[in-house]
């Protein structure tokens, strides 16, 4: 299987459709889900193609885990979570929907379940809990 360009994270990347940015470094890109499944559920991708883990090279898996730990950290304060759920899924069987590599980072409070999936978040809630993280990221 090989890398599509005109995926929708690859897009994203390129500034041809919107995102709700939270953080970027020299190899990586953080910004929220648009369907999330808990507040504050953003996603972590390399700025360089990879279609998921089974392509990735080492050095992009070590730019895009250390970004996940610093989101985890900022997810949790910003939503005085409990605890955070890392998920990340590799081609359809594996449950993988957009395919360019990303790490989805979910703050989770105890006996809150995931909500489903599929439902688009209110824009201006999005926005809200962006700046929550972006301050907390600040902080
Ligand atoms: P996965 O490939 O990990 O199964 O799921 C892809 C994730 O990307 C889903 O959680 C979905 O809500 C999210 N997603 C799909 N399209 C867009 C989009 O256009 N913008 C953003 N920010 N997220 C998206």
């Known amino acids: 299987m090989s890398y599509d360009p005109e995926n929708i994270f690859a897009k994203i990347l390129r500034g041809e459709i919107p995102s709700e940015k939270l953080y970027e470094d020299d190899h990586t890109y953080v910004f929220m889900d648009i369907m999330p499944r808990a507040d504050g559920h953003c996603l972590v991708i390399p700025k360089t193609p990879a279609r998921n883990i089974l392509d990735a090279t080492p050095a992009q898996m070590a730019a895009v885990m250390e970004t996940t730990q610093k989101m985890s950290h900022a997810v949790m304060a910003a939503f005085g979570a409990g605890g955070v759920t890392i998920q990340q ?51």
């Not at 989805?104 to 006996?111: I, N, S, Y």
């Not at 809630?125 to 902080?139: F, G, T």
């Open 89 to 139: 899924f590799n081609e359809p069987a594996g449950g993988q929907e957009v395919y360019h590599l990303h790490f989805h980072v979910l703050p989770r409070h105890e006996g809150v379940s995931l909500r489903p999936p599929g439902k688009l978040e209110d824009r201006e809630v999005l926005a809200a809990n962006a700046q929550k993280i972006r301050d907390a990221l600040a902080a």
